[in-house]
């Protein structure tokens, strides 16, 4: 097995929104991000994997296996950590293992109570009590204590502060030092990916635009800035989210497209959301 | 089958927040049974309370997104379904060991306002009666959540209500001749087969109401 | 040997690391056939993707400094003279094709280029 999650052509229609022959893999050893806008597919597809919502088409395989006619065993090896608490609130933490730990032949307690520990959460202490940081490091503490090979979070970051997100970056970056794991990781917060994401997965209206290395991704586009006039028409046609303002303009081209540009403007590297905003990708436009 | 355990003491462990109140229940049906003269008001505080208390996995579960946390344990649909009908089951157990007992307890100080053979009878008739009222109100429950589905909850206790209160007038009405006192007599003469078939008629409820929670609860998006 | 990147320099950050730890055999803190970091182990300390390191690394093999043996890691790869040799003429070769070209952008003579080496060269010395 080198993918450790294959989605093909998976399709799912509700009334107002569809998912359409969304495909991609993420290989073992890798970190994938899961970009796109709220509303853009990110949680339907993962709640596809996780059988919480049943497919009309496609494949789905996990491990390499498929994910519902192995559901039991590939269940066993996923961590899941989502953008609120799915545990009852009254329960205290010990209640938690209690209730959860007889799913999970490789529930290590030890791992457990040593996790949380190390985020500081007090075993005797409600779920309810637990901030929102504390939660999702709670989710964490759970999944990694089952022995998981691929943590899938759905969210996990948006609500956070910078100190616990990078918190769990670090725990993400541990987690992958051992190739044989990955982890898919959604979020519309794309400066939690700008280090840690070995592969970038675009999804937009339901579909999928990009799917491959960040580097790639990055590297296929420059922000490029000018004065006002400096364009003619076929060029500005090459500049993408193209923005005029009263001092000059500015936009996303193509790497491959700078030779056609006039030697006065100003090229420099973009970031993820520079082509969440100006490309289509991002399903805004500023066209 | 292990997977199913395990469920049913996550039901258990999921009811923590109304755990005093379930306690408390109980202790005034004890005390109750005990220190009344009839021990049939009992009775009809564990009929009433019962189909409640058996509601409240449902009302938890959508309160604390808990079909998300079924989804990320390695569960079949189906195990959470047998799991929750087994739930049930085992409650109405205990609930029937509650009454018995307490009844027994009392007879030792008092004798009972009914014969023992009456009291089986009773019980079976009691879980032939939860056991209907689950039956309807499960499937709805799986399909529709607690909060939708709470309305329709009621309807089987109405159902039944309606029936008990309606049968003499019904039997009038239709000049159906039915006397009511042989069949009462008949019923008392053959009370063993006849809790025998009132239980079995409960369990038969309960496997038809499963099999098409099991329908509904296998394609329901979450 | 220490790595220290900067994510503000518009150089990558995967070519960031080949220069330092080329800087690092070059000066002799890494040593033939010295044991590198793992490249999830470096990804994890230096806070980047297990790719980015990855590319590092791979280059590094494909030019020859260091070789990745399965299951054990990457070692620094013993020094062949000649062979480094031959690839300081050759990047030498492409700075001056660069400078010369460079030059014809602004019209520079060729005595011009010659004057502006042979008083960089000095300037070198005198520091």
Known sequence: MTNILELSNLTKKFDSFSLNNVSFSLPKGFIMGFIGHNGAGKTTTIKLILDMLKKDSGSIKVFGKDNLIYKNEVMERIGVVMDSTYFVEEWNLADLEASVSPFYKNWNSKKYNDLLDDFYLDKSKKIKELSRGMKVKLMIAVALSHDADLLILDEPTSGLDAVSRNELMDILSDFITDENKGVLFSTHITTDLERVADFITFINKGEIVYSGTREELLEKYLVIKGGRGVLEPSQRELILGYREHSVGFDGLIEASMLRMMPESVVYEPCNLDDILVRTNMGGNSYE | MNRILSFVKLDYAALKPYIKSIYMFVVIVVFMGLVNDSISLMFTMVMVGLPMILTYPFAISEKNNLDTLYSTLSLDRKDVVVGRYAFVLINEIIAILVLVIVAIIKSNFKPLDMSSEELVLYVCILSMFFSFIVSFQYPILFKLGYSKAKLYTYIPMMIIFFLIGLFPSIVQRLNLNIDLEAVGHMIFTNLVPISLLTFSLGIIFLVLSALISMKIYEKKDI | ?127
């Not at chain 3, 990558?12 to 040593?31: C, H, N, T, V």
């Not at chain 3, 297990?50 to 070692?75: C, H, P, W």
């Open chain 3, 1 to 127: 040997m220490n790595i220290i990147i900067s994510n503000t320099e518009g150089i990558p950050i995967y070519e960031q690391i080949k220069e330092q730890i080329k800087a690092a055999i070059f000066s002799g803190d890494l040593k033939d056939g010295d044991l590198l970091p793992s490249i999830r182990q470096l990804a994890k300390d230096l806070q980047i993707s297990v790719i980015t390191t990855m590319r590092a690394y791979n280059d590094l093999e494909q030019e020859g400094f260091i070789v990745s043996v399965q299951g054990k890691g990457s070692y620094v790869k013993p020094k062949n003279p000649e062979l480094i040799k031959e690839k300081k003429l050759l990047e030498i070769e492409e700075h001056l094709l660069a400078a010369i070209n460079a030059s014809k952008l602004v019209k520079l003579s060729q005595e011009e280029l010659i004057d502006m080496l042979k008083f960089l060269i000095e300037e070198e010395s005198n520091d």
